[in-house]
């Protein structure tokens, strides 16, 4: 098995679907923050036969409830002096702002004049994860 | 401040008050007519319209008020790239209420986000147009007296009909409602109403195409428009359009108190011979939609009723 360095600080993102890492990279905007991260995909698992897991050093200041927005399942392991201290899942967000695009071309948010207009979803369906545009309505499942 | 945006944004007590000052005014019109004095409606209309329009201008008027606006985006300045939320935090400085109606779903809710009066959804896109649902609740609350206990059919296009949801959201929250869903196939109401309003709220309701069967059930016909561009080859759009036309020989059944409403324009799906019939109360429905309108500036103004106490008495 392919072994990456323990962390001394940060989180651990694990048990996501195989596959899903870099769709969860690009989703936090890991690719804007200074500290490490390290991809492992396709690792073995018990539980899920193969999974992803993202590693992150340092302090992390993105939020990762978000997380909950594309898969609840995903478990966050928080490491200090590099000992696990926390685990939780995700818990799924009321909104969620400029993280998720309307893609309704009717919308508001896709006129050209609305320069800046935030693009805000509202949780309505905790059971099936639904978020819907607080503009339009259009629907938002999210899914790795 | 309160706006109005959706046609659930009244709690049903909120709504029961609104009714209730839109049948007074419509049984006191001259005592209404000063209430506003002073007041001003800007009608900011980035799309053509001319029942909404006129109407709200109507409305103002009859209660004393005056009226500003523009009525197409060509002749504002959103054709220079301004944004909803500049317009409107300027017409905030001009004007007291204001009614907005825009290609673009949720765009009056964008100008309520930065607005320094009450706005008024008067129609966005394809989405919502609370006044006319309003409008809808009060001309069945005044002709029949209550909404409660209504068994109301519903009928053409189902699947795209903006009134028809709205009106189905807006009356499931009464007792004892029933729906009758009266359209082709392929025009059915859309799995997520079916799931999320009528079957969460076990509201009974049945489905169906044969127009002329569920006709004798019926307190309400609101009747819609089937349009050709719903439908994918014109065969099926010819096949069908006869069978959802109303006439005076599907109304033959119907109860002699039902009433037929229709949220207008109407083109060919009510045939003309019914307009004269006494249950045709669409031309009705255009006049409390003024009343409405009336009892809605008020509320949101926060202009008390000084009649009120009056007829309580």
Redesign the interface.
Known sequence: MLNIGGLHEGVVIDHIKAGGAMQIYHYLNLEKIDSSVAIIKNAKSNKMGKKDIIKIEGPITVDLDLLAVLDDDITLNYIENDVIVKKRHPNLPETVTNIIKCK?P??????????G?AHTFKLT?RKHRIYR?????Q?FKGQL | MKHLITPLDLSVHELDDLLALAGRIYRNKERYKKVCEGRKLASLFYEPSTRTRLSFEAAMMNLGGNVLGFSSADSSS?AK?????DTIRVISYYADICAMR??????P??ASMYSGIPVINAG????NHPTQTLTDLLTIKELKGDLNNLTIGVCGDLKFGRTVHSLINAMVRYKNIKFVMISPPELKIPD?LRR?TLDAGNIPYTETSDFESVMPDLDILYMTRVQRERFFNEEDYIRLKDSFILDNNKLKNARKDMLILHPLPRVNEISTEVDSDPRAVYFKQAQYGVYLRMALIMKLLEIPDPYQKEELC
């Open positions: 309704n009717r919308c508001v948010t896709s006129s050209s004049s609305e320069r207009l369906d545009c607080i503009y339009c309505e629907k | 959103v790239g301004e944004s909803i939320a825009h290609p673009k779903e949720g765009a809710l964008v966005d896109g394809g989405h997520y999320e």
